[in-house]
């Protein structure tokens, strides 16, 4: 069997994305989301985990110029780890999520109807090019 590394998670920003440009001029930004967890004791707040996106290019672009923190927002992508040393010169490991795609998550606010449904046809109606058929009560069989 091939091996599946595909992550789909649906949360909110946790801040507002910011552009950024690597030396060789590529769009990238870094973000988190908070993602409830589903279960909770009676006692306890509800617990969330915060997960690490990179967005790359058009993703990167798309992201910072849309999406605000709060917004509920979808990600599709991989899971990746990467080493890198801490301040102090120990090993750390890090994963974060490498988005391949992004969406939103729940509709538009600002201008949007009350019932977030509303849709428009801008094309021309359909020719009304059906005959009429006759009311008969008679079953043919």
């Known amino acids: 069997m091939a091996d599946l590394n595909k992550v789909i998670l649906i949360g909110r920003l946790t801040a507002d994305p910011e552009l950024r440009h690597t030396a060789s001029n590529l769009p990238v930004t870094s973000f988190s989301i908070a993602i409830n967890r589903r279960f909770q004791r009676d ?3 509800r617990a969330a ?3 690490n996106i990179v967005a790359w290019r058009n993703n990167a672009e798309f992201v910072s110029k849309y999406f605000r923190k709060g917004q509920s927002i979808l990600v599709i992508g991989s899971l990746q780890s990467r080493s890198y040393e801490d301040k102090e010169g120990k090993k750390r490991t890090a994963f974060e999520v490498v988005a391949d795609e992004i969406q939103f998550a729940e509709p ?3 201008g949007a109807s009350s019932s ?3 849709m428009t046809f801008s ?3 359909p020719a009304d090019d ?3 058929i006759a009311d008969d009560d008679d079953l043919p069989f």
């Open 43 to 45: 006692s306890e707040q």
């Open 49 to 51: 985990d915060f997960i």
């Open 108 to 110: 538009k606010r600002d």
């Open 116 to 118: 977030g449904t509303e």
């Open 123 to 125: 094309g021309t109606a």
């Open 130 to 132: 059906f005959q009429q």
